[in-house]
């Protein structure tokens, strides 16, 4: 029996104001709020995305490959009005890829969100 391919999966967190680390070899795959645009930050090799309401802070190779965007600008992206960046990243098709998205409370509703997957077998 040939398995279903599916989209990435997704877990809603409620707070990530002190960072998340990547569920495949334990770094840091998002720096704490206070540390944003003050420290290098670099992500490991499972890092798809990271991205906020407004724009994708991190894109790897790997994900534009698979969303087909690649060599597309930022300012390019065609997003879906309704769901934009967060709907967008729903639709990754990688079955063992992991997708935290956290929300800011009223009246922004803010949200952001980073996408981990295995890395590549070469």
Not at 61 to 80: A, S, W, Y
Not at 93 to 122: M, Q, R, V
């Amino acid at each position: 029996m040939k398995k279903k391919k599916s989209n990435i999966q997704r877990i809603e967190l409620s707070d990530t104001a002190n960072g998340l680390f990547c569920p495949f070899c334990g770094a840091r795959g998002l720096p704490p709020a206070e540390e944003w645009g003050k420290v290098a930050f670099e992500p490991c090799q499972h890092v798809l995305f990271i991205a906020h309401d407004m724009e994708f802070e991190y894109r790897a190779k790997r994900f534009d490959t698979l969303m087909n965007i690649e060599g597309v600008e930022e300012d390019e992206l065609e997003l879906p009005d309704e769901n934009g960046i967060d709907g967008f990243t729903d639709g990754t098709p990688l079955t063992d890829a992991i997708k935290f998205a956290s929300y800011e409370g009223a009246p922004s509703f803010y949200g952001t969100y980073i996408g981990f997957a295995p890395a590549e077998e070469s």
